[in-house]
């Protein structure tokens, strides 16, 4: 049978259905991309919330990350926005529920208020009474995690220079005293927008500081030139490491670094080891219940009292404390509770049945004022609180001092020296004292002063006056907030510096001499007196007394480390001892209150505010800054946020996994702008012991829906990260003041990421569809045996080139969207670490070691400052080409490392600059350091001090003379560092092991 033939399909349908095939493929390839054209043209709204969320991953709090997006900001409504003040800056706690906002009202100062979430809504932000001062700025605050301290930036006289940080303690009646957190943080620079890390031991802040190594001679330069607007100033993230705000804001206490500046301010190794030797002669004699008994140390009975709370506050002058480790912790810990029980017992009556009691009433609650300022031990309170009102009860209603007896009689200048320094520390601790009590105060020193301008001082009245009364009187006025150009304080100083002495028979002169009997009264009060009126007569004093004090302590047997009675004999040693010390304390137990250099450079003001409506002005360095010039500027500059903007208004989240800041950086939406960087906790695989490792990665523009066209600053987090409030001028016409606004992070869902993971590498899917349809299209034509007939040479080169190129768009698009699949299934928060970044922070962090234990000592509590003002520079925004790092990658194992080699930073011009900004030439920054050991070199006398080269200020390299160990260890890691491949971020090591 002969075989079927199949009957051939017809060329012309065989082309339809291959066309009709591609025709149908091209629709599916390029429908969906037409579809969610459509969308994103008709629902723009729709197509955003699903394709252009601006997500990021956020650890939760099991430990895993979820990609979550913030919401549009919505401004927040009355009564926080909406008053005639603009608000400028803000904070929120951690719980959401108090917010502290910085209101400045037009051509006025910024003040704090704070705002309670109450019932659904905030209530009507009250001022901050203890924060608050009328002729100064008080603004950017920050609550700390815990809620328990308030931090802020204000320029007010009683700091370092500039705008300083400031905290204030949260007590039982709200925020307490504010206390200046001292050279260790502060400067003769500005700083401000303070923040907490989230295990609160580092602050950071932002600061026009130099970010360079600066010694005495090249920040004077540095300082000049930015007064003087030479320098472009701009504003960069610093650290400082090991901080701790429960205690006071004197480092000037911390046991080593003050020994850099005693000399400074008039003290010397001698006094110091005179000290040590009192307070070992202290605890040795201290009973076990705590006190020190008066009688059996050669002095009165009954006075037990007294000579327990001086011997405490001898202790807490040497910075120790009872509530922390050291090494008379127990002593001082056993002293503050017999005060504290005695009080409570007592109902806070220390003079009751005491001979003269009302001495001892003053000096037990200095005492438990001071114990209560530094530590926040609640336990005090109360004790305090009694002993207070004791005090205000026993004041002379009429002529306003106080005497013996705990009733109001007759008064004397003697008893209320002692009166006035406890309300003064106990207001300073945060309790609440009326000020009617210091008006009388001052209205009895009115009564008791003579003299041409009434600077002498009787003991109870105008008549003979003395120089201890003197002494004693013109502190009280320190105290009462008198200034050094006071007559009545130019006439006391005087007088206690003066050869022709008057008053009590037999002495010849008011300045202590070797031929002057042990008025240890005398001396307390000169010192006190004398050292924060400062000045010539202040250094007159010091020569005088010092080597006075060091010649008349016992050095020899049982009673080594202490001094005889001498005129006070019936006190005993016990308080002959605490006057000398406390008088050799002064040096670094109290900052000068009077700080301010009578004279300094014109004032000077530049066009724009470096935030909006808030005016830098200019201000003559300091009297204490310029003698503070030797401490190291102790903050880490932080590399990773930095640019050749400003940066303002760092916060963490408190998960700890992300920092926000403000900046004005080149490439941002408008004028401020918020970034974002993360925070990655990274344990080493091959670290030796477990270290901790924060590293910090090149900030993010936070992008829409956050920043617009304006100003976005000042932000703040709360409710674990997830709610978010900020400052921002944004309004349709841009002409808007400063408002609040708040906005809420949302978790975005598997459809949303997905949608958004292909709205990112759109372009490269549109590039793989097309490439894959012309290689179709190429290959179904060269299938065509006709086709390829009929082809010249030129049609199949072409055809052959076209392929090519699509097959390479193929495999190029492929490739690229791989990469970004395998970061997006990826661990979101892995990050490699570039160890060039530690060069700044390991050099600044081994200077330290051979400086100071970092460890943050109380300020006395019961020192204020009331100075008139100066003016800070204003600092325009600086706009400049990014800096580049040129890296040199190491790897560090962070247990051995010293020092490390600085970077090199390369500025690189910006072709078109930004027109609302002026224009700055960029700068070559190179900072070489040589790490070579070198020796101290000796100065000698009366050689005056050789200035810098011009430009060394800025352009110099920086020589640190480092000590052996140190230099033994950089050696040592120099011979350890293999190369690794380069990663531009910052790097911040914590860690709990000692110091090697």
Same mark, same amino acid.
């Given at each position: ?374 530590? &926040? ?290 490439? &941002? ?328």
């Amino acid at each position: 049978m002969p075989e079927k033939q199949k009957t051939p399909i017809p060329r012309k349908p065989r082309r339809l259905v291959r066309k009709f095939m591609l025709a149908l493929l091209t629709l599916a390839v390029l429908g969906p991309v037409l579809a969610a054209t459509a969308v994103a043209y008709l629902q723009p709204k729709t197509w955003k919330a699903y394709t252009g969320r601006n997500a990021f991953p956020v650890r939760q709090n099991d430990g895993s990350t979820a990609m979550m997006a913030w919401e549009e900001p919505t401004r927040l409504p009355a009564p926080i926005n909406g008053h005639v003040d603009e608000v400028i800056s803000a904070s929120m706690s951690a719980d959401a529920k108090t917010l502290v906002l910085a209101r400045r009202p037009k051509g006025g100062k910024a003040d704090l208020f704070v705002s309670q979430f109450k019932r659904g809504a905030w209530s009507d932000p009250q001022p901050i009474i203890t924060v608050n001062s009328d002729e100064f700025d008080e603004f950017e605050p920050a609550i700390t995690l815990d809620g328990r301290h308030l931090l802020y930036s204000s320029d007010r006289p009683d700091g370092m220079g500039g705008y300083d940080i400031w905290v204030a303690p949260l007590t039982a009646d709200g925020w307490g005293v504010p206390m200046n957190l001292g050279p260790r943080i502060n400067s003769e620079f500005n700083e401000r927008s303070p923040a907490m890390n989230v295990d609160k031991d580092k602050l950071y802040l932002s600061s026009d500081r130099p970010t360079f190594q600066a010694g005495e001679t090249e920040r004077r330069q540095f300082w000049q030139k930015l007064e003087q607007g030479e320098a472009a100033g701009n504003y960069e993230i610093f650290a400082c490491d090991d901080i701790d705000l429960s205690k006071d804001a004197n480092p000037l206490r911390d046991r080593k670094l003050r020994e850099m500046i005693i000399a400074k301010l008039g003290g010397s190794k001698e006094t110091e080891a005179a000290v040590k030797r009192a307070l070992t002669w202290y605890a040795a004699g201290q009973e076990p219940d705590g006190r020190w008994d008066s009688a059996k140390h050669g002095g009165m009975a009954g006075q037990d009292i007294a000579a327990t709370g001086f011997a405490a506050l001898c202790f807490y002058g040497w910075g120790e404390r009872h509530d922390k480790p050291g090494e008379y912790q127990d002593t001082l810990a056993r002293a503050v509770e017999w005060l504290a029980n005695e009080s409570v017992k007592r109902k806070g009556n220390f003079a009751a049945g005491v001979s003269q009691g009302m001495y001892g009433q003053g000096i037990a609650a200095i005492a438990l004022a001071e114990a209560y300022g530094i530590t &926040g031990d609640k336990r005090l309170e109360e004790p305090l609180k009694l002993a207070v009102q004791v005090i205000l009860k026993a004041q002379q209603p009429d002529q306003g001092g106080w005497r013996y007896n705990p009733v109001p009689s007759d008064a004397d200048t003697s008893v209320l020296g002692w009166q006035v320094m406890a309300l003064h520390s106990a207001r300073k601790a945060g309790i609440s004292v009326p000020q009617t009590s210091f008006d009388l105060a001052a209205k009895w020193l009115d009564s008791a002063g003579t003299g041409e301008h009434g600077g002498l001082y009787g003991y109870q009245s105008k008549s003979a006056p003395s120089a201890p009364m003197t002494a004693e009187a013109m502190f009280a006025r320190q105290l009462l907030g008198a200034k050094p150009s006071d007559p009545r304080q130019q006439e006391s100083a005087a007088f206690l510096v003066s050869q022709a002495g008057v008053g009590k028979k037999g002495r010849k002169t008011n300045l202590p001499g070797p031929k002057s009997g042990s008025n240890f009264y005398h001396w307390y009060y000169g010192a006190l007196a004398m050292y924060q009126h400062q000045g010539a007569d202040w250094q007159t004093w010091n020569e005088a007394l010092r080597p006075l004090l060091l010649a008349r302590q016992t050095t020899e047997g049982d009673q080594a480390g202490s001094w005889p009675g001498g005129q006070w004999k019936r006190a005993g040693p016990l308080v002959s001892t605490a006057m000398a010390t406390l008088a050799l304390e002064v040096y670094y137990r109290y900052l000068p209150m009077y700080q301010m250099d009578e004279q300094g450079a014109d004032a000077f003001r530049k066009s724009d505010d470096v935030i909006p409506g808030l005016e830098l002005k200019p201000r003559p360095m300091r009297k204490t800054a310029r003698q503070l010039l030797k401490i190291p500027l102790l903050a880490r500059h932080i590399r990773a946020l930095s640019s050749t903007g400003d940066e303002f208004g760092l916060t963490f989240s408190p998960g700890g996994d992300y920092v926000y800041f403000a900046s004005n950086r080149l490439g &941002g939406t408008g004028g401020y702008d918020l970034y974002r960087s993360r925070v990655v906790h990274y344990t080493p695989r091959d670290a030796a012991e477990a270290i901790t490792t924060h590293v910090i990665q090149i900030p993010e523009n936070a992008a829409d829906p956050l920043n617009t066209l304006d100003d976005e600053n000042s932000a703040s987090l709360a409710g674990n990260g997830r709610t978010m409030i900020f400052s921002s001028n944004r309004s349709p016409d841009r002409a808007g003041s400063m408002n609040l606004y708040v906005t809420s992070l949302t978790p975005i869902s598997p459809i949303q990421a997905a949608l958004a993971f292909l709205n990112s590498i759109k372009w490269w899917l549109i590039g793989l569809l097309s490439g894959l349809i012309a290689l179709i299209a190429l290959i179904l034509w060269w299938r065509n045996a006709e086709n390829r007939n009929q082809a010249s040479l030129l049609v199949k080169c072409l055809i052959g080139s076209a392929g090519l190129h699509a097959g390479i768009l193929v495999l190029l698009s492929l490739w690229m969207i791989g990469e970004a699949m395998i970061v997006a299934k990826g661990d979101p928060m892995e990050i490699a670490i570039d160890a060039d970044a530690l060069a700044s922070e390991k050099l600044s962090e081994a200077i330290r070691e051979q400086v100071t234990e970092i460890e943050t000592s109380p300020e006395p509590i019961h020192v204020v400052s009331d100075r008139a003002p100066t003016p800070m520079p204003t600092i325009d925004p600086v706009e400049i080409a990014p800096r580049v790092m040129a890296p040199t990658a190491v790897l560090i194992v962070p247990s051995e490392v010293q020092v490390e080699v600085a970077e090199v930073a390369v500025a690189e011009p910006k072709a078109l600059p930004r027109p609302d900004v002026r224009q700055v030439q960029p700068i070559d920054f190179a900072a070489d350091v040589d790490l070579e050991l070198k020796p101290q070199e000796t100065p000698q006398p009366n050689q005056a001090e050789q200035p810098e080269p011009e430009a060394a200020f800025a352009l110099a390299p920086v020589e640190p003379k480092l000590s052996k160990p140190v230099d033994d260890a950089m050696k040592k890691l120099m011979t350890k560092i293999p190369l690794a491949p380069p990663n531009i971020v910052d790097v911040l090591i914590e860690t709990d092991m000692p110091a090697p």
